[in-house]
């Protein structure tokens, strides 16, 4: 019997003094955020149906999809009290896990929402009061993945913060391949609070949400990862409702100057790289030493890893040990990368955070492992990918409001804006909103007629 040799890792090796770094290292990062044509029109096919049929869709759709044989729609929705009886039916150290873990989430997200999402106005000199009022969504859909994979870390951050926001209802969908539910997905979304779980999943469960069928009620929002086929059906329904983000492959990159334990490393690294074969893993570092046991941490660790064959994809695909000149050229360089997540594996993190303008999430020295983030540290796993960090924020509580103007003029503030008004106006040609301006000042009010003052109801 001939054994099968063991996947091996050959991560890419750069250093900045390279003459074509640059090149290699662009070429490194190129991910293409392109759908297939064929799940565009797919999704597109899933959604129109969705959208025309409604629960019959759903049912047939599901049947097809999933392999989930229900007669009708009730048999797709899991009730409340079957959701606590799963979190009940949990091992003491998953109850307590789940609470701890849902704790430290809402407690961040309620600082979040002290700091940015209540209301506001001010009153100026002359009595004209300005503001933004902010109000919860109505209702949101939070897209859970399921099947091959299980993710109650997903219910947490994406349900946590929409109930701290004040969101009336919270709808989640979680795809339940053959009936097979989750105990712990469940169980999550008792702890957290979510209003009702339909189990459908895929583009037909986006649609559900976007458009609304006789049970699947319409949301405002949906969040929440899936795969190709729900970023494709999230794509084509925004619009129609909102959506958090068309999230990428999943990314680390570490800033390293040496002092962490390279198996530490080496592990972080991995942490990325067992999502899927796209995900990637990108150490920095200006120590040629230090890299070179963090690479031999790696090849002595892979063969206890469960996922090895999608790690050494991963890596060998997408991941990379750069040789930086110095630590701050680490910096400059994960800037322009903006990563998901951003390690600083350094006896000294703050001193380079302040050079660090752009991810996801900075996880800040030896001890802060990305996977804490992930599930319990208390802010949201929910991040910005592909570069996107640049100009994109984490989930949070602000995606779950929205924010309103408010403008009270007063009769001695109508004065000073009414006369520049006018002027604007009447230079883009616009007259009715001249003199809606005008109306209001004195100066034109004093030359009006009894008549036409009784006329405005004055």
């Not at 300005?130 to 994979?149: E, F, I, M, S």
């Not at 990862?225 to 619009?239: L, M, W």
């Not at 929205?402 to 000073?416: D, N």
Request: net charge negative; glycine share 8%; hydrophobic share 45%.
């Amino acid at each position: 019997m001939t054994m099968q040799a063991a996947p091996r890792l050959c991560p890419l090796r750069l250093d900045t003094r390279q003459a074509d770094f640059e090149a290699r290292f662009q070429a490194r990062l190129h991910w293409s955020s392109a759908q297939d044509d064929a799940i565009q029109a797919r999704v597109k096919g899933i959604v129109e149906r969705v959208r025309r049929d409604g629960d019959q869709a759903l049912l047939e759709l599901t049947r097809e999809l999933d392999g989930l044989h229900a007669q009708d729609m009730s048999q797709l929705e899991i009730a409340p009290a079957q959701l606590q009886a799963a979190f009940e039916g949990l091992p003491l150290a998953q109850k307590t896990a789940l609470q701890t873990a849902a704790e430290r989430v809402r407690h961040y997200h309620e600082a979040q929402r002290q700091a940015c999402g209540l209301s506001w106005s001010y009153v100026q000199d002359d009595g004209t009061r300005l503001g933004q009022k902010v109000t919860p969504l109505d209702r949101v859909g939070v897209y859970v993945p399921g099947g091959l994979a299980a993710y109650p870390s997903s219910v947490i951050m994406n349900a946590i913060p929409a109930q701290v926001a004040g969101v009336g209802e919270v709808v989640m969908v979680v795809p339940t391949p053959q009936g097979a539910k989750n105990a712990l997905v469940l169980a999550a979304a008792h702890v957290c609070g979510v209003h009702r779980v339909f189990t459908i999943g895929g583009a037909q469960a986006i649609a559900a949400l976007a458009y609304g069928t006789s049970t699947v009620p319409r949301v405002d929002k949906i969040t929440g990862p899936g795969n190709a086929y729900v970023a494709s059906a999230k794509r084509q329904v925004f619009g129609q409702v909102g959506i958090d983000m068309i999230a990428g492959p999943s990314e680390i990159l570490v800033l390293a100057d040496g002092s962490t334990p390279a198996d530490w490393v080496a592990m972080d690294l991995f942490s990325q790289a067992e999502h899927d074969a796209l995900a990637q893993s990108i150490l920095l570092c200006p120590d040629l030493d230090y890299m070179d046991c963090v690479l031999a941490a790696m090849e002595r660790l892979l063969p206890e890893m469960p996922r090895a064959d999608i790690i050494v994809k991963s890596i060998n695909d997408r991941g990379a040990l750069i040789h930086t000149s110095s630590m701050l050229q680490a910096c400059e360089i994960s800037n322009r990368v903006a990563p998901e997540h951003l390690e600083v594996s350094s006896k000294s993190p703050n001193e380079w955070e302040p050079h660090l303008k752009h991810a996801g999430a900075i996880f800040l020295g030896a001890y802060t492992s990305e996977s804490l983030g992930d599930y319990c540290a208390g802010p949201n796993h929910v991040l910005p990918t592909s570069g996107t960090a640049r100009f994109s924020s984490p989930l949070g509580v602000y995606d779950f409001q929205k924010r309103t103007s408010l403008i009270e003029v007063s009769q001695a503030g109508a004065q000073t804006l009414g006369a520049v008004a006018s002027v604007l106006a009447h230079g883009e040609g616009l007259s009715a909103h001249a003199r809606a301006a005008e109306m209001r000042l004195l100066s034109v009010r004093s030359a009006l007629s009894a008549e036409e003052l009784a006329r405005l109801g004055q």
